[in-house]
């Protein structure tokens, strides 16, 4: 078995420990030849990568290359992967993308609404100026990409490379949410077979079936209705605000019981409600500054000391099961369905060609052959197009550099309406961006 060079950009993440955890639980099924971390933060990424370091000397002793860097030529000369997983501005504009709407009465969120436009305009620029680094220095290497906001960013990549067929831009909430119902159901998360349509965080399971063909469908609806629906995965199973999210779902499907919402609809369905339930001085950014974060940086800090794993809370997550499955099924041509963003080109028949959907594909060597989908209600389709012209006009607005673009944009937003908030918004969130975003006339 061909084994794979794979580059980690944005290593400095707090998702590179779980990868981590995942590529050697997948080394079988995905081995490596070499694995590089590449991150513009140095000190960041080093305390990520020393700690690696002793978790691969202890449970990857095949593995003869790791190596960190913050040189682009180094990080993606003779590759054959690069899984891209970075933050632009950080956690703390992350906060300020949250906070900012909330100050307005609107949903503060980091991929949905303002804060999801804030974002999306800071991470273009750079998702693109790597994705050309990577093409420059490896023609043929396959981009995982899961930065967000993922919707916004796959429409960016999709405008710039048109014709680059191997940039894959993947969620993992899907497959969380499958993983709860799995639990559920008593079965294994990867023995489901979804039917699922939409955008990135923004789409509906049709069907669950099982791989003998069983239709789950009706039992995982009688269950969510009966019984609620919570997070399994070990990484959001305790967390407090997964919990009220994956609880709300229950309610989506009583006010809309035809298909099974990806969880992030809340902020569409009820963003009244929701901004009425976040805190100005703790909004999740700040959670994850105080929760996710500090745990990594402490688990890495352990580690690094004790030179050793001894103790250390480390686990997979299905965050990094998915993508390190993901890439296995593309490099060895497994035609395996995973859940994934590309432009619809009929997959959807009544909506827009060009519109970046999320559905299933077989992942092949050649590329994703996704299913088709065919006619959807004139409910989800009102939405869906609603927030596809929200996310083409924040592309737009950052192409053009146009104010107006990004004006209208938040205007068509579910989580906005008004346009004398949106003006608002907008207009705190450009002073926020300076650093960040093209200058908008
Ligand atoms: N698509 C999904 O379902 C999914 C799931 C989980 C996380 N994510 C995304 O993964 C990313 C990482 O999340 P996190 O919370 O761990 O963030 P983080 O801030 O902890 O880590 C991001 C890292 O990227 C680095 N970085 C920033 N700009 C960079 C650039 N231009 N080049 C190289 N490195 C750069 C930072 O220094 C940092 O170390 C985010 O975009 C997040 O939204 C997506
Ligand atoms: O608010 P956060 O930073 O905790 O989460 C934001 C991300 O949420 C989703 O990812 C989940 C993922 O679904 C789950 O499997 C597990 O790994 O936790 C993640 C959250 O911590 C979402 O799909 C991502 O796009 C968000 O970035
Ligand atoms: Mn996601």
């Known amino acids: 078995m061909k084994k794979n060079r794979l580059v980690i950009v944005g290593a400095g993440s707090t998702y590179t420990i779980g990868m981590i955890m995942s590529l050697i639980e997948e080394k079988a099924q995905f081995p490596l030849e070499s694995l590089t971390f590449y991150d513009t933060d140095e000190e960041r990424q080093a305390q990520v990568a020393e700690a690696t370091k002793v978790i691969l000397r202890e449970k990857y002793s095949e593995l003869k290359s790791f190596h960190y860097t913050t040189s682009k030529q180094e990080a993606f000369t003779n590759i054959d992967l690069a899984f891209i997983q970075i933050r632009t501005g950080g956690l703390a504009m ?19 609404g303002p804060g999801g436009m804030a974002y999306g305009m800071r991470s273009i620029k ?38 680059d067929k191997k940039i894959l831009n993947i969620c993992d909430m899907p497959i969380a949410i499958m993983h709860s119902y799995a639990d559920m159901l008593g079965k294994e998360v990867w023995d489901l077979v979804p039917s699922y349509f939409g955008l990135n965080h923004f789409g509906w399971f049709t069907k669950l079936e099982d791989k003998q063909g069983q239709d789950l469908t009706p039992i995982i609806k009688d269950k969510i209705i009966n019984e609620g629906f919570k997070p399994t995965d070990n990484e959001i199973a305790n967390d407090e605000s997964w919990k009220k999210t994956f609880q709300q779902a229950r309610q989506m499907l009583i006010d809309f019981p035809d298909f099974l919402p990806n969880t992030y609809l809340q902020y569409y369905l009820y963003p009244d409600q929701l901004a009425a339930k976040e805190k100005m001085d703790n909004t999740r950014a700040r959670q994850v500054i105080n929760g996710r ?10 580690i690094i000391k004790n030179q050793s794993t001894a103790d250390a809370d480390l686990e997979v997550d299905v965050h990094g099961i998915y993508m390190v499955k993901a890439a296995a099924a593309l490099v060895y ?34 590329g994703l052959k996704p299913l088709a989908v065919g006619e959807i ?13 929200y996310e083409k006009l924040v592309v737009d607005a950052y192409f053009e550099q146009s104010y107006s673009k990004a004006l209208q944009a938040l205007t068509l937003n ?6 004398n908030t949106a003006r608002a918004i907008l207009d705190d969130l450009i002073v926020a961006n300076q650093d960040y975003w093209p200058p908008l006339t």
């Not at 974060?293 to 352990?302: A, I, N, S, T, Y």
């Not at 579910?414 to 346009?419: C, D, E, Q």
Request: proline share 5%; hydrophobic share 45%; aromatic share 4%.
């Open 126 to 163: 750079d998702m693109i100026e790597l994705v050309r680094e990577i093409r420059h220095f490896a023609p043929e290497a396959w981009v995982l990409n899961y930065t967000n906001p993922a919707a916004i960013v796959a429409d960016a990549l999709q405008r710039v490379f048109p014709e």
């Open 333 to 366: 041509n497994l035609n395996e369905i995973y859940i994934v963003m590309v432009e619809n080109n009929g997959i959807i028949s009544n909506i827009a060609d060009n519109a970046m959907v999320e559905v299933p594909a077989l992942l092949t060597v050649n």
């Open 377 to 389: 209600p004139i409910f989800q389709k009102g939405l869906i197009e609603g927030q596809l012209a």
């Open 293 to 302: 974060q500090k745990r990594v940086h402490e688990l890495c800090d352990q």
């Open 414 to 419: 579910r989580t906005v309406v008004n346009a």
């Open 94 to 112: 992350r906060e300020q993308d949250e906070k900012i709407p909330l100050s307005h009465g609107v949903v503060g969120q980091e991929t949905c």
